[in-house]
């Protein structure tokens, strides 16, 4: 019962790690827009591999990935970064990576290599109101940090530019995986 205790101890430790780099990273986007909508969710993305790595190897069962994207939702929200339906979009992104690991056989390297992109999936849902809520995004962007900085979301606003992001989350996750899988063989 002890060890069981103690691992998921360490698994929600990871969670935490997950979280508090994801959060970490979103401090870059004050440099620029492209820092905030491309390079923090990919630095995101890469970052929190080993941990999920790192949970994924004691943890066999169901639950990983909604476990960590459901400790950054709780984060984001009590904050006052995202709302409820966002905080339930990203644990539904945890879900959906859980299902894949767990459809692939979660004793499988392979599942862990499929499901971890997934997951920092969620870190967009942080940023989906730039796609959905455009001229509100805009408005708090420019009155927060400047009218040129709003100016330069608005090229990061098109279906383009969020198609990009999601590709470059899903391969920056992708190479954090495999690295990190490959650094724990050793």
């Known amino acids: 019962m002890e060890k069981s205790n103690n691992n998921f101890l360490g ?3 990871c969670a935490v ?3 508090v780099t994801s ?3 979103a401090f870059l986007g ?6 905030w909508i491309v390079v923090f969710p990919v630095l995101a993305a890469m970052l929190g591999a080993p941990s999920y790595f790192w949970a994924t190897r004691r943890w066999q069962r169901l639950g990983v990935a909604t476990l960590f994207a459901l400790v950054l939702a709780v984060v984001l929200l009590v904050m ?3 709302d409820f339906t966002q905080t339930l979009l990203m644990v539904v992104v945890g879900i959906f990576s859980d ?4 459809s692939i056989g979660t004793t499988y390297k392979r599942s862990i ?3 971890y992109p997934i997951l920092p999936l969620g870190i967009l849902v942080w940023l989906m109101k730039l796609w959905t809520a455009s001229e509100w995004y805009y408005q708090g962007a420019a009155e927060e940090i400047g ?3 709003a100016e330069g979301l608005k090229t990061l606003s098109s279906s383009w530019a969020l198609f990009l992001v999601i590709i470059l989350v899903l391969a920056a996750g992708s190479l954090a995986i495999s690295l990190a899988s490959r650094m724990g063989k050793k």
């Open 17 to 19: 790690l997950y979280a």
């Open 113 to 115: 290599l499929l499901a």
């Open 80 to 82: 006052g970064e995202i």
């Open 11 to 13: 698994i929600l430790g």
């Open 23 to 25: 959060f970490a990273c």
């Open 99 to 102: 299902i894949v690991r767990q």
């Open 147 to 149: 009218a040129d900085y």
């Open 30 to 35: 004050f440099l620029s827009p492209w820092c």
